[in-house]
């Protein structure tokens, strides 16, 4: 079984709609990122969680929100989804235990933003 | 400029042949260093990561040039399966694992 989860893989939804990404982790990470990666711009972190009451902004948060409901969940959410939102998200989890620079991603998820 | 910047390919190479990739970076307080792999539409897994004084994992091996700021990575002996994105990723370690991601290098190995 996967260590990192993501629902839903692919979802396609209008601008202006509400929508929720979740991830979920076996390995008991304490620390939890999001990204989303575009075409020719690479991987850019939008929130991170070190623990359930510690959420920070990464360098794009402007139109999302975040929630650690547990170790094991982190929830991606885009308030009011417009177009160039389209991207592949991806969910991550660290130990700093472990290394500096190591990241366990999950599968990613498809968002297309009509 | 890019924090991380790397040719975005696509190296097109025969199996059996050597290659290499360089990565070079903006922030000269970078801490650690690292290659990941990136298969099409997957997640990705780091592949190594980058020692000061260059390191070697089987085919593949790292180097660092901080004085110039660069990165690079050779692979030795292509296979069919390296065909992938190399991502360049560096650590500007500020009290936390913020990875800094470059673009990625697609490598395309045909038989």
């Known amino acids: 079984d996967a260590d990192v989860t993501q629902t839903p893989r692919n979802r396609i939804t209008k601008t202006g709609k509400r929508i929720m990404l979740e991830c979920s982790q076996t390995?008991?990470?304490?620390?939890m990122y999001w990204y989303r990666q575009d075409p020719g711009l690479g991987l850019r972190l939008i929130y991170y969680s070190f623990d359930v009451k510690d959420i920070n902004k990464g360098e794009i948060s402007d139109g999302y929100s975040v929630s650690r409901q547990a170790q094991a969940k982190f929830s991606l959410s885009l308030e009011s989804a417009i177009p160039n939102q389209t991207a592949l998200y991806f969910c991550?989890?660290?130990?700093?235990?472990?290394?500096?620079?190591?990241?366990?991603f999950g599968p990613g998820t498809r968002l297309t933003v009509l | 400029r890019k924090e991380v910047e790397q040719d975005p390919g696509p190296f097109n190479v025969p199996e059996g042949a050597t290659v290499a990739f360089n990565c070079t970076y903006s922030?000269?307080?970078?801490?650690?260093f690292f290659w990941y792999r990136q298969d099409c539409r997957k997640e990705p897994k780091l592949l190594m990561s980058?020692?000061?004084s260059g390191n070697e994992d089987g085919r593949f091996t790292a180097q660092l040039n901080r004085a110039s700021q660069y990165i690079s990575l050779l692979i030795r002996d292509s296979k069919l399966s390296d065909s992938a994105t190399y991502l360049c990723v560096v650590n500007w370690n500020t009290g936390f694992q913020k990875l800094v991601f470059g673009t990625g290098t697609r490598l395309l190995v045909s038989p």
């Open positions: 390995k008991g990470h304490d620390r």
């Open positions: 991550a989890t660290s130990d700093p235990g472990t290394g500096d620079g190591e990241q366990f």
């Open positions: 922030n000269s307080a970078s801490q650690s």
């Open positions: 980058v020692y000061s």
